[in-house]
């Protein structure tokens, strides 16, 4: 495989910045955007900075209502990252856990509690999905702001480009071996997928997601 980028493009302006860089600008180009919003509907936004555990070339900002719950950034993730087969998920925060399946043996407490009651700024914490073939993710709030109030729910602040990942014959890989994933091997482009050793069912697209090759995850 390629050596994997970590730039990204900020959605508010189009801007390309590498990862510590995107986390400085978007400092900046939130608060121009308080200023231009002014006059709209206010509410307590939280800046979450969302990366892979091990592969950090994944990573997404999302802004996110303080008031909602934890249900509302699990939903998120799964949706933009993640989902694939209704897996359980659970979040580590402060030293306890919060999970999809509510208060049983995993965890102390469900996802109903409200994001601003358990995340104040330069809180970490860590995120599982799936307890089997786990895509385990750490965050971290950024900042937080008054801003326009978001009917639509969380928005992406930025996200990194899809990393250069290469066939070993030299062309982009377009589907990994669900096997082979963390073998150079296992990255395939279509011709090389056809004559794998593992069969084309092993085979998921190659998507930009830490859960990449995992489970069934198709993106």
Known sequence: ???????GQ???????FDKAGMTRHLKSCLSAGTSAASGQGKAKLLHI??????????????????????EVLDEFLRRTWL???????????????????????????????????????GA?????????????LSLKVQAEREGAAQPK??????????????????????????????????WLCKACGKKHECGEEMQLPVVNSPRVGQCAYTG
């Open 153 to 186: 729910g969380p928005r992406i602040l930025a996200r990194n480009e899809p990393p250069p990942i290469l066939c070993a014959c030299g062309k982009p890989a377009v589907v990994v071996c669900s096997s082979c994933s963390w073998e150079p091997a296992g």
């Open 49 to 70: 900075l969302a990366e892979g555990q091990g592969n950090t070339a994944y990573w997404l900002h999302v802004e996110i209502s303080a008031d909602d719950p934890l």
């Open 83 to 121: 989902e694939c087969c209704g897996h359980m998920s659970v979040f580590e925060i402060g030293g306890e856990s919060y999970s999809s399946a509510g208060e049983d043996e995993f965890s102390e407490h469900g996802l109903d509690v409200r994001l601003g009651d358990v995340l104040p700024v």
């Open 10 to 16: 900020c959605k508010l302006c189009d801007g390309v």
């Open 124 to 136: 970490k914490l860590t995120y599982e999905y799936d307890m089997g073939t786990t895509a385990p």
């Open 1 to 7: 495989m390629a050596k994997w980028t970590s730039q």
